[in-house]
């Protein structure tokens, strides 16, 4: 994948506050992404003891690769109501271009078993390895900097009291990886790599005929060695804890209607952190749901729409702007036509169909007093795709 970025890169100062001023310091930049992945699963049915075994053994991995061009302009103070001449960038004028890759390899295992018609259990576990070069503070290469390991195991029990219904409980534990950083000043964070654990204690119905699926959740996420940015600066220290619970419906409402709706509500805390004790993560809404229904007027042609509602948020992890929650609506049609020895589908869909003005996110940081990296939700999109099947 390739992208071109011509950005002005504004930041805020002590004077932005007071009179709306601030620095530009554009840019002119080409980055290039190559990914390689495969993955092998091998799988396998026995009885053991009068237990039922299904095992997956598998291992994964990927290559990335990934270079940038960049050509930087003189930093430039900005007034309200001023119009900066276009500096001229070319990222081809680059003196020489920035390289990193970086490659990970897993493997896992697991075993689902079946004790009788109630009761069955999973054991599993993922070990995962991650090389990655480094870099230091005067653009040194520094071997094996970045490179981790992590084991990590599941468990679950499932109880299924009828035929049509059953009730689980996981545990399960993950890896993220991630780089040191070099600090605006130059100084280094070394960092460690996140990892997270899970519980989950859920629920799935399948009624009426298998027209309509029930499912709902309760968890508990706990992240640790979450990394923060502030003012220039990354930190990496205490946690994120995230409880919650969640509850779906989909279901058949004739043979041409299907809806499906979802609901989540979330509490989320930082935990043993230095600056952020008890404050809420930056983006992370308290209430969040949404509605989407298909209609079939024919074998062939298909209408539908969907409702997507994200509560009010904290725009900063110190927790001092909010975000006001909002509410999207996109919608489309589909339509097949099919020949001897092709099928055509062809799909039309408006995403934010009321073109409403939203915040999406932001990077959760805050630079002299300021919110930065804010990122507003796209305006109203037509997209026009189609597909052929042989």
Known sequence: MKRHRYDSSPKPTDQTIVDGSYTMSPFDRHDTWKTQAFHADLHGDFTALNVAHQVLLGVNGQFYDYTQLRVKGNSINVKPGESPKNPGLDYHDASSAYQSSNHFYGFYAQDLITFNDQWQALVGGRYDQYFKDGTNSNGETVKGANDSQALSPKFGVIYHPSYSGSIYANYSESFNPVDNVVNDDGSITERTPEKSRQYELGTKWELLDNRLLLTGALFDIEKRNISIEENGFTTQ????????????AQGQLSDSWFVMTSAMYLDAKYDKHNLYQDKTPANVPEWSGSVWTRYAFTDATAFNIGLFYQGERWADNAN?????????????????????????????NIENLFDTDYVSGTGGSTSHGVVTDVHYGNERRFKLSVNASF
């Open 320 to 348: 001092t702007v909010t975000l006001d929650g909002y509410t999207r609506i996109d919608t489309g049609a589909s339509h097949k036509i099919s020949s001897d020895y092709v099928t055509w589908d062809f799909r039309f």
């Open 237 to 248: 220290n205490g946690n994120q804890h995230h409880r919650g619970a969640e509850a779906g």
